[in-house]
């Protein structure tokens, strides 16, 4: 079992930066991807970015030049850089975890942390 803790969601003005954390209790496989995800309100969950133990990254088209995805294996730990954010970049954000290679699609992770809200105001 893997728990997941985030933190450095708030409210920010559009512009504004916020950096999001998550914390892996342990590590369960010897490759894992860490990602983030966020849901708006009415709308489907939807990956934001994700990292493979590797280094190698995704992201979605919404979010690319202005998020980056980062993380510290040694500490188990992933962070996403959110710069130049929008209104519409408002929701919760969640991390993900699985084994394996990036994958896109929130089912395809094994283990959710409990969610951070990020609110960008106009």
């Known amino acids: 079992q893997v728990q997941l803790v985030e933190s450095g969601g708030g409210l920010v003005q559009a512009g504004g930066s916020l950096r999001l954390s998550c914390a892996a209790s342990?590590?369960?496989?010897?490759?894992?991807?860490m990602g983030w995800f966020r849901q708006a309100p009415g709308k489907e969950r939807e990956i934001v970015a994700a990292?493979?133990?590797?280094?190698?990254?995704a992201y979605a088209d919404s979010v690319k030049g202005r998020f980056t995805i980062s993380r510290d294996n040694a500490k188990n730990t992933v962070y996403l850089q959110m710069n130049s954010l929008k209104p519409e970049d408002t929701a919760v954000y969640y991390c993900?975890?699985?084994?394996?290679?990036?994958?896109?699609?929130?089912?395809?992770?094994?283990?959710w942390g409990q969610g951070t809200q990020v609110t960008v105001s106009s």
């Open positions: 993900a975890y699985r084994p394996g290679s990036v994958a896109d699609l929130s089912y395809q992770y094994s283990y």
């Open positions: 342990r590590r369960t496989f010897s490759t894992y991807v």
């Open positions: 990292v493979s133990w590797s280094g190698g990254s």
